[in-house]
């Protein structure tokens, strides 16, 4: 039997029952050889590329923080002059790295229009540095830098709509994606490489370490996010926000508890009290998005 | 050790060096019986330490961090987590 050579070797060094690796591998199996990688500071910098040593097969050139954007836009200008249109380029960067600090790269990136395919993985923190709040927080979580506690329901605003923010650029292509569903998210890769301009995938990666949950649940987590509809599998081709087209709707929406009581972050709203009222309000929230993307859901 | 020019690592896929499955505690062992080849181990695995074989998959212990994704996510229950024992 003839196998296909893994683009992302073993040896690196992600926590057990990390999501970052599974999206990676997912995306370079979509990319191909024939692809050049940009990435910015993040666990996944730190876990696949500890000199003297790399976990990548493709080549990779490491960024500052806020930058891969930048660095992917220099990299995909050379190639065009040389020529070499066949060649993908794929921007990483962590949230941290995309909703905050490298925002006013990959806004430069996405309005030049190159033809870049941007991959923000998302574990909703700043796991790399000890799992600090991020823009990408959802309210009530837990953190280091956002910690519950008698007067705090932990992270206090909104988690940031980086999707629709890029997409407001008017490119040809912005998707979230995430691991549980793995055809629907090599899919939109092979969508996203094949536009002629820049494309971004917001993939959302469970992470056990900064979630508190148990290394198994990894991929069940990142299922259970979709089925409570706390992240919707979306896809959409331009800037009107009105044609985002839903690729995953579950066959019955699960309460958002069903998602929070299996992690740590969360705990702080079932002990020692059940916080009904911060749970309302998220599942609120979701109800309101969901309505918005003109899902209704079967009761 | 030295620095090449541009620190540039010119070794791709070295990290096989490291052999992380010293970091196990738990080792998944595939029953191959119950096993239907639908391959989704290999796809969920963040180590991309399984690979296909004639007869199913299998798994490379020397990078098996024993995350238990694999036994978790198989649809045919095919893969049991034991007590890793050296
Ligand atoms: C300019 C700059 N500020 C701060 C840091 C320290 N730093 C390194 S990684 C990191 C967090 C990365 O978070 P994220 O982008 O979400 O990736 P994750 O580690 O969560 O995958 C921080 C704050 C840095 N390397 N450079
Ligand atoms: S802290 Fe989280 S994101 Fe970072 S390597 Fe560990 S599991 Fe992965
Ligand atoms: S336990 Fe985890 S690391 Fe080991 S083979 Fe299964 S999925 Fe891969
Ligand atoms: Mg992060």
Redesign the interface.
Known sequence: MTEEKELFACGHRACAGCSEPIAVRMILEEAGPNTIGTICTGCLEVVSTGWPETAWEIPLIHAAFENSASVASGVEVALRQLGRDDTHVIAFAGDGGTFDIGLQALSGMLERGHKILYVCLDNEAYMNTGIQRCSSTPLGTSTTTSPAGTYSIGEDRQKKPIGAICAAHCIPYTATATIAYPQDLKKKVRKALAVNGPSFLHVLVPCPTGWRFSSEETVELARLAVETGIFVLWELEGGNLQNIKVTKKPKTWRPVEDYLKQQGRYKHLFKPKKRQDVIEKIQQDVDQKLIELGITKET | ?K?TIG?I?D??????????GS??TLKPVINLEKCKKCWLCK???????I????EGPQI?Y??C?????C???CTFDAII?ELEER
């Open positions: 050790m620095i620190a690592n070794k791709p896929g070295s990290s096989k060096n490291y052999k992380t970091w196990r796809q969920l695995c963040p180590e991309g330490c690979t296909k074989k004639e490379n020397d990078y961090k024993g995350c238990g994704i036994a978790h996510e987590m």
